[in-house]
Structures are given as structure tokens and as C-alpha cells.
Nanobody, 128 residues
């Protein structure tokens, strides 16, 4: 059973940075596309970004473009979400997810149902 595990959340002031990490247990990292989602209080979970395991193709939600960057470290079975210039509206539980839906194509999954494997989430709080 593939199990993503997130880490790196915390409390940061607006304008600050955080880096989230996600590792996969019981799986071959290169077999999956990796996505990041977030869920703010009272809101639905939303797509943040995704990457091919190679890191050669990434996609981002408009709300985080230019501020967030996804990268991979295949030797560590890890994917990272670097978040810069954080805003209070970025406050949410951030989830890492894995998918094999489009691993044979150049497409990246961006919808919740396209990801069968999910981490438990890590809280990110941005104070104003």
C-alpha cells in the first residue's frame, strides 16, 4: 500500500517561507505523479500543484503561481513544496497525493478523484 507522508508544516508570518516534504513508503517513487492539495477551514480541498517524478513537468494553481515551487529528489523518494511570500489565505492543511493515472503521458492529474493515495496532511498557518 502506497502511503505518502507529509512534513514541514508550521506557523509563519505573512511574507515568510516554508518548505513541505512528502515521502512515499512502500512504493517506487518513479511510478507516480505527485500532487499537492490544500484545504482551508470551511472550504473544499483544492489543487495546489503537481509534478512528474522526473520533475520535468509541473503544474500549479493560479493562486500560487510564482510563489510556490514543486521539486523532486528521486534518490530520497521525496517531493517538496517550497512556499514563498506566504499570505494569510494560504492557511490550510496541505496534503500530498500520488497517482498513476497519467504516468504514461505528459498530462498531470489535478482533480482529487485522480489521486488514490493520500497523506494525512500537515497544517500551515500564516499570520498577518
Amino acid at each position: 500500500q502506497v502511503q505518502p507522508v507529509e512534513s514541514g508544516g508550521g506557523l509563519v508570518q505573512a511574507g515568510g517561507s516554508l518548505r513541505l516534504s512528502c515521502t512515499i513508503s512502500d512504493g517506487t517513487f518513479s511510478a507516480y505523479d505527485m500532487g499537492w492539495f490544500r484545504q482551508a477551514p470551511g472550504k473544499e480541498r483544492e489543487f495546489v500543484g503537481a509534478t512528474k517524478w522526473s520533475g520535468m513537468s509541473t503544474a500549479y494553481a493560479d493562486s500560487v503561481k510564482g510563489r510556490f515551487t514543486i521539486s523532486t529528489a528521486n534518490a530520497r523518494n521525496a517531493v517538496y513544496l517550497q512556499m514563498n511570500n506566504l499570505k494569510p489565505e494560504d492557511t490550510a492543511v496541505y496534503y500530498c497525493a500520488a497517482s498513476r493515472r497519467y504516468t504514461s503521458s505528459n498530462d498531470l492529474p489535478s482533480l482529487e478523484y485522480e489521486y488514490p493515495y493520500w497523506g494525512q496532511g500537515t497544517q500551515v498557518t500564516v499570520s498577518s
